[in-house]
C-alpha cells in the first residue's frame, strides 16, 4: 500500500465512523479532530485502518500524529 492508499483506506473508514462528515472535504492536512472525531471515533477509525492494511502499530506511536498527513506517514512506515 502507498501512501494515496492509506488515505483513502483512512478517508472511507472517517467515513464509516463519522456518518455526517462529507469525506470528500478531508484532506492530509485536516487533523481527526477538526473532522468531529472524539478521542474514541479516532481510535475507531485508526483500529479499523490498521485492519484494511493488516498491521500492528503500537499504542505510544500515536502520540506524535497531528493530522492526517502524520498518520498516513506512520501507518506508511509500518506497512513496508
Known amino acids: 500500500m502507498d501512501d494515496s492508499d492509506i488515505f483513502e483506506a483512512v478517508r472511507r473508514n472517517l467515513g464509516v465512523v463519522v456518518y455526517d462528515l ?7 492536512d485536516n487533523s481527526l479532530a477538526e ?17 484494511d492494511m493488516g498491521i500492528s502499530v503500537p499504542v505510544m506511536e500515536f ?3 497531528r493530522d492526517i498527513r502524520s498518520l ?3 501507518l506508511a512506515r509500518h506497512s513496508a
Open 63 to 65: 502520540q506524535q500524529t
Open 22 to 28: 462529507d469525506t470528500s472535504t478531508v484532506t492530509l
Open 72 to 74: 498516513v506517514t506512520l
Open 35 to 51: 473532522l468531529g472525531c472524539n478521542s474514541i471515533d479516532r481510535a475507531e477509525v485508526v483500529t479499523l485502518t490498521m485492519e
